[in-house]
T-cell receptor, first 114, second 112 residues
Framework: EAGVTQFPSHSVIEKGQTVTLRCDPISGHDNLYWYRRVMGKEIKFLLHFVKESKQDESGMPNNRFLAERTGGTYSTLKVQPAELEDSGVYFC????????????FGPGTRLTVT | DAKTTQPNSMESNEEEPVHLPCNHSTISGTDYIHWYRQLPSQGPEYVIHGLTSNVNNRMASLAIAEDRKSSTLILHRATLRDAAVYYCILVKGSSNTGKLIFGQGTTLQVKP
């Protein structure tokens, strides 16, 4: 069974540009999460989808970040316009249930904004 | 959300057991205790979780104190591949998101 995949693995963009990160969860997992780690800080929750609906987006830093999950399958996270402080590693995770189960994480996308 | 406290770092010798402690004195009755780890340059990886009883799986064992205010992750025979940051995370059983709140974790160093 394929795990959670993320694309691209690395992205280097200039300040002010737009970047779109993609996450493909494990097939059949209704729950999809985005997290990120910025340099020197802890991994932080960004948002949670149940199928195509945003269940919790309390961790989204500001309105430059837009997440979508069309059709309840893969998800995209767009940053527009990117700022220097957006640099970090963005992780996606998926799970079958909400609690009492494991979340499966992807390898992450390393975003560098110069 | 209830907070967890872990030592910043620990060391172990290869092939010896490792006991990673976690304090969660404000845990509520429905909080699950989860452990994840992150190997270098990889995404976090699930290790084990429990609610009240001790748990064993192929990776590790989880010992939960009777009052549930602390727990210990036990790696029975540490290998070099177990060098990672280990996170103890509480997830509310009543949560409508299941989101994970990561702390700083414990960096485990395994010496050959």
């Amino acid at each position: 069974e394929a795990g959670v995949t993320q694309f691209p693995s690395h992205s280097v963009i200039e300040k002010g540009q737009t970047v779109t990160l993609r996450c493909d969860p494990i097939s059949g997992h209704d729950n999809l999460y985005w997290y990120r780690r910025v340099m020197g800080k802890e991994i932080k929750f960004l948002l949670h989808f149940v199928k195509e609906s945003k269940q919790d987006e309390s961790g989204m830093p500001n309105n430059r970040f837009l997440a979508e999950r069309t059709g309840g399958t893969y998800s995209t996270l767009k940053v527009q316009p990117a700022e220097l402080e957006d640099s970090g590693v963005y992780f996606c995770a998926s799970s079958q249930e909400l609690v009492g189960v494991e979340q499966y994480f992807g390898p992450g996308t390393r975003l560098t904004v110069t | 959300d209830a907070k967890t406290t872990q030592p910043n770092s620990m060391e172990s010798n290869e092939e010896e057991p490792v006991h990673l402690p976690c304090n969660h004195s404000t845990i509520s009755g429905t909080d699950y205790i989860h452990w994840y780890r992150q190997l270098p340059s990889q995404g976090p990886e699930y290790v084990i979780h429990g609610l009240t009883s001790n748990v064993n799986n192929r990776m590790a064992s989880l010992a939960i104190a009777e009052d549930r205010k602390s727990s210990t992750l036990i790696l029975h025979r540490a290998t070099l591949r177990d060098a990672a940051v280990y996170y103890c995370i509480l997830v509310k059983g009543s949560s409508n998101t299941g989101k994970l709140i990561f702390g700083q974790g414990t960096t485990l160093q395994v010496k050959p």
